[in-house]
Structure formats: C-alpha cells, structure tokens
C-alpha cells in the first residue's frame, strides 16, 4: 500500500540546514496497523506530512498504492489527499462553526457529492463512532474524546485507502486515549491501512507493528503482539 | 456561481459568524449611503439654481442707458442720452450672425389700464414679436405680436394673467375686448403667462411702433434685449456673447459720444455671464460632493479590505483543515471571494435602497431656493455600488490567495 524509498527531507532556517530525515526504506501493506515512534526530533512528524502529501521530501521515491506520489501541484496534492488519505491530528481540527454532521461531511463536500447523500454517509459514520446523537452539537459542546471520534469519522467519511493519525491520543487522558484505540482497532479489524505517530508505549503496542524512528533513520521496525485496548480500559 | 453546494456553505458561513458579516455590511453600507445623500444634495443644488435661470431664455442680453460718468469731447458727465430705433436697426445689421431673437422695448410706466368699471395700474411695453421667446412667455389664450402689427403700428395688446384676472370677470373672455390704455383705446388679441409669477405677469405688451406713435416717444427706446444663437458648447456660448456685448457697446458709445473709459452709461446684463458664474460655482460645489464622496467609497473599501484581511487570517486555520480535506485552492480563493461578494453586493444595495428612501422622503420636504427635489441617477448610484463589490473582491482576493497558497501543515501549526 504504501512504499518509500530512500526518502530524505531537511529543512532549511536561515544559513542552518536540518537534516530530518536521512534514508527512510518503509513499506506499510494493506490492512497494517502500524506505529512510528520516536523521541522529539526523531522526523517521525515530518514523515507523516510527506506520507499525508502535507510536505515534500527532497528525494526519494513514495508510491501509495502503486502510484507514485511526485512533483505534485497543489491542485493533484489536494486530489489524492481527498481520495486516498484520512487525516487524525492531535488537536482534533474540526472547524468550531460547524456541527459534528457538517464537520464530518466536510470531505465529502469536497468531493462532489450533493448534500443529502452527503449527510446520510456522514450520519453513517458518525453513528459508527457512537456519536449519532451528537450530530448537531457544535465542537465546543464536546469532550476531547468526542471530538476527536467525530476527526475519525471525517477521516473515514472519504472511505480513504490509509488513515494517519499524529498523535491522535496526545490530548486526551489514558482512559479516553483507550476508548479511541479501541475505536482505530476496530476500523483497523475491518481492513483499513493505518499509521499512527506516537511517542507513547502503551498506545504503540495496540498497533501491529511498531517502527522505532531517531534522528532520521530507522532503528527498529519489528511486528509486535497486539494488546486489545479494551482489555486495559 | 449557481453552484448550489457553494451557497449553501457560505450560507452556512454567514449564518455561523453573524457579527463579522454585520461589521462588513455596515461598513459599505454607510458608504454608499452617505455617497447617495451627497450627490442627492448636489444634484438638489444644481436642480434649485437651474430654476432661478428657467424663467427667462438663460442665454438673453439685455441692455439699457444711465447716465454718462465720464466727462467726454467738452460734454458733462450726468448727461442722459436714448437709444433710438436707428441704433436698434444697426446693431442687427453689424451682428446677424450672432442674433437669434431681438426685441427693442419701449416703456411706459405706471400706465392706467381700464375695461369697462375696473382699472389697475401697470406697465405698458412695446416690443417686437421675438420678445415672446426671449421673456419665455406662455400664451395662454390668442396670439403674440406679430410683424403686420409692428408695420401697421396696430392698436392691440396682450396683456399678463394677473391683468385678466384684475379686470375681467370671471366669465368673460378679454380677447377681442377693447381696453383703455391711458385713455387710449387697444384691442386685447392675447393672454400670456409667466414662470416668474404674479410680478411678470403685471404687464402689457403693445408693438413698439405703436408704443413709440401712441405715447409720443419718437424714435426712443429705453431698451434692447437679444438671445444669441445657441452654440454647441456652453464656452464657445459665452465667448460669443462677450464678442457681442463688446461689440454693440463700442458701437453705442460711438454714436452717443460716451466716453470708452465709461462703464455705468451703457447697462448691460448677460445672462450667460451671469449662468457661467453659477455653473462654475455649481461645478465646484458638485465637484466637492463627489471627492466626499469618493473619499468615503475609498474608505469603504479600505475597510473591506481591512476586514476581509482579518478574514483571511481567522480562517487560516480552517482553510489548512479544509486543505487537508481535499480543497483545492480555487475552491478556497472561491469560498472567500463568493462570500465577500455577496455580503458586499447585499450590503452595498441596503444603503443604496435607504439612501434612496430618505432622499425621496425627506427630498419633498427641503423648501429653499436653492436646493429642490434633491434625487440622485440611480445608474450613477449603481455604479458605485458595483465599484464597490469590485474594489472589496479585489481587496478579498489577495489575502485569499495567499491563504490558498499557505501549505497546510504551516496552517494547522497556526494555533
């Protein structure tokens, strides 16, 4: 599902130049759950944005599902984001004037689709995370667990091919944090591809497969025994 | 634009952030108001001092004698002197390119006019058929002077409304009725009116010939009036009447002995001088109201401007998220500028509407000389609103630009 090869990206302030990463070899196959780890620094943020085409590495090769992902113009970039990629971030990123529905179908907005279908697909995956009679609350009206299941439920709303999450619990306290992997688990048990970056152990070790990044490399990529996050909660 | 997806999301916009879209309306609403009162205003003023000019020909040249200042060629100043039906005849003869109408007039003052029990006194002049288009007379009933009369020196008289009002009863109508001019009988054959009011209509016209034999005055006049030719623009209009003027003076002073350093002995008055300065001041007053006026369409739009900046930079955040979601720029560039319009479009016709409204309702109200029915060109109106959608999309567009362009990323850090 998604391959890269030899990715490097620095960035550049003034007269320093930042090496972030150096070499990254990385394939991710359908139906994987995988974890990237890493202190501060490490890159494994900016690997995110170059895998969610927010950024660009300097050079190096990335295919998501066999396409190749170059030289992108903001017109194909913000295509293929709509069509292949789900977005998960720490801070939720709802837009606060819109309801939960509206929120969610905001993708689908993007992608064409007229508005009742639009609500009904919306209220569909707003009901698959538990929060169908939350549908006309305003963001504000919502605790961060909540609003961070309405952001999974956006990011599925497109039906994309891989979900990446950043941080996706980093705001949240352990019991909420639970409830939301458990929540990523279960999209994941129906086949979704997704990468989640954390720097928490606990929440690494509900993914399939953890990669343990620093200072721009790779160190550690091994398949690990998933723990349920029912099981802790 | 008819994209129904589109609207109902900047629906949903406006709706969601009420405050912000009022302060955006207020701003171009006060300025097309405030724009639509000061050309109401101005047009008001050019309106009330066009009248004062509407009740005569606004282009007419009136002149007539006083008495010498200047001592010249061993006579007196004080001397009086009397144009005659000679220089009359002359003037047309040296300037007949220029003329268009012309009447000499003969004036008897204070002349007892009687039919039947009741008299008055009013002013008998005698005049020319032209005079009717110089003096704007409306006949009422009958006819002007004509030429025959003029060769005929024919007894007849054409006397104001007020006149038949004063003596005549109600039901009986003045034309062919003789009345008694300083016991001197004249057959009325006309009734005029005049925009000037009761004071224009107080007088009686007779043929100068007959004037001239009738009153036993010679070959005098006491005045000349003349409308020039039109021009086809108001310059070349005045410039042609100060030739004229010019003209007939150096004439008039030649054949009376006055001398050319006199200035009070020949009066003249030129309408057209006299219009210029007018117009000039209206201009001016015009001119004034429109740079208020633009000034505040500028400040309008800087304050569109301002606004939709501030737009731009509270939404950046959401522009980043809607980007992440698959906006395409355009669609971003779009939203913002679609919904400026809009608000600016909307905004811009409420204080273009209430303008309007208070000029119609307050416009009836204003009573002085110099302003009436102040109204404003609705196109002129219109424009300016639609200059103002334009300037406050261009305004919106390159902060939203700009924002399309931001990468997401560096949007969504911006907490």
Known sequence: ?233 | MFDIERWQEIFDTIRKNKLRTFLTGLSVASGIFILVILLGVGQGMQNGISQEFEDDASNSIWVWTRPTSVEYKGLNPGRFFNMTNEDYGFIYKKNEEFIEYQSSRVRIWNAIASFEKESGNYRIEGVFPDFQFIENETMVAGRFINQQDVIEKGKIAIIGNKIKNDLFKKDIDPIGKYIRLNDITFKVVGVYSDKGGEREEERIFVPSTAAQQVFNRGQNINNLSYTLKPEKDFQTAVAKSEEFVASMTSYLKTKHIIAPSDERAIGVNNSLEQAKRFYDLMFMIKAFFWWVGVCTIIAGVVGVSNIMLIIVKERTKEIGIRKALGALPVSIIGMILHEAIFVTAIAGCTGLIFGLLLLEMLGPMIETDFISNPSVNFNVALTTVFILIFAGAVAGFFPAWRAARIKPIVALRDE
């Open chain 1, 1 to 233: 599902m998604i391959e890269i090869k030899d990715l490097h990206k620095s960035y550049h302030m003034g007269s320093n130049s930042l090496h972030v990463l150096k070499g990254i070899n990385f394939n991710v196959k359908e139906g994987e759950l995988v974890a990237i780890m890493g202190s501060s620094g490490s890159g494994k943020s900016t690997l995110l944005n170059i895998l969610g085409m927010l950024d660009e590495a300097d050079s190096g090769a990335y295919f998501l599902d066999a396409i190749p992902i170059k030289n992108l113009n903001e017109k194909i970039a913000a295509r293929y984001r709509n069509k292949f990629l789900g977005f998960i971030f720490q801070s939720f990123n709802l837009i606060t004037y819109k309801n939960a529905l509206d929120n969610v179908a905001m993708p689908l907005y993007y992608q064409g689709i007229k508005r009742k279908e639009r609500s009904e697909k919306a209220m569909h995956y707003l009901e698959k995370v538990g929060l169908g009679d939350w549908a006309t609350h305003l963001p504000n009206e919502l605790s961060g667990g909540q609003k961070q299941r309405v952001a999974i439920a956006r990011a599925m709303a497109s039906e994309p091919k891989v979900l990446l999450a950043d941080e996706p619990t980093g705001a949240l306290d352990t019991k909420t944090s639970y409830e939301v992997m458990e929540l990523i688990q279960g999209i994941n048990d129906e086949g979704k591809t997704i990468l989640i970056v954390t720097h928490e152990d606990d929440i690494a070790h509900m993914t399939k497969r953890v990669v343990n990044l620093k200072d721009g490399v790779i160190i550690d990529d091994t398949l690990v025994e998933q723990v349920r996050a029912t099981a802790n909660v």
